[in-house]
């Protein structure tokens, strides 16, 4: 079945930091790609989404570009604040291969320190 | 902004209880699904819900839960005898027509003791 292999967290940086979280995925059809944020006692929130090869979505400074060849969403920020601490998910959703749920990672937790 | 609201916040309840947990999707949207995410882990599909019938079901959704929308506003999880391991929190989400990503609500956090 469809599965979304995320990058281990906790991950800690300083504030101004280049921030990547690796996400590889595994699908039958072509999938739509997915970010979503969950800020500490809150929902989950889309922060990104790229719906077919080479798009790139991006959002308060986050960017992350659909690679079909690697089958790669990778989520980068160049400069971090204190602010994004949080818990990173990616996820896929498969409507091609029949399903429209979605599928998430395991989750990577974010702390940034000033 | 509209938003997906959930009912309540935090429920604590006695093993072999039955719980319903609430969700108000967006109004015009017409899909909608029940997620849980137990303490540390990833969040998990359990069933998605469209033209008022189960759709999709993970193999979590067993006999135990339900799900309805008994009004047009309100969509339930019921968990008919809970159990320790039901313990987690549950997000209620909905998608509309033209949109590819979901709209969660901020959770409903289920403690089973």
């Known amino acids: 079945g469809d599965s979304v292999t995320q990058m281990e967290g906790p991950v800690t940086l300083s504030e101004e930091a280049f921030l990547t979280i690796n996400c590889t995925y595994t699908a039958t059809g072509y999938p739509s790609l997915f970010w979503y944020v969950q800020y500490p006692g809150e929902g989950l929130q889309l922060l990104l989404k790229?719906?077919?090869?080479?798009d790139k979505g991006s959002n308060k400074g986050f960017e992350a570009t659909y690679r079909k060849e690697t089958t790669s969403f990778h989520l980068e920020k160049g400069s971090v604040q204190v602010s994004d601490s949080a818990v990173y998910f990616c996820?896929?959703?498969?409507?091609?291969?029949?399903?429209?749920?979605?599928?998430f990672g395991k989750g990577t937790k974010l702390t940034v320190n000033p | 902004e509209p938003e997906v609201t959930q009912t309540p916040s935090h429920q604590v309840t006695q093993m072999g209880q039955e719980v319903i947990l609430r969700c108000v999707p967006i109004?015009?949207?017409?899909?909608f699904y029940w997620y849980r995410q137990i303490l540390g882990q990833k969040v998990e599909f359990l069933v998605s819900?469209?033209?008022?019938?189960?759709?999709?079901k993970s193999e979590i959704f067993d006999d135990q839960f339900s799900v309805e929308r008994p009004d047009g506003s309100n969509f339930t999880l019921k968990i008919r005898s809970t159990k320790l391991e039901d313990s987690a929190m549950y997000f209620c989400?909905?998608?509309?027509?033209?949109?590819?990503?979901?709209?969660f609500g901020q959770g409903t956090r289920l403690t089973v003791v």
């Open positions: 989400a909905s998608t509309g027509i033209g949109y590819t990503e979901a709209f």
């Open positions: 819900f469209y033209n008022n019938e189960i759709s999709e």
């Open positions: 109004s015009n949207h017409l899909y």
């Open positions: 790229a719906t077919k090869a080479d």
């Open positions: 996820a896929l959703s498969d409507l091609q291969g029949g399903s429209e749920k979605l599928v």
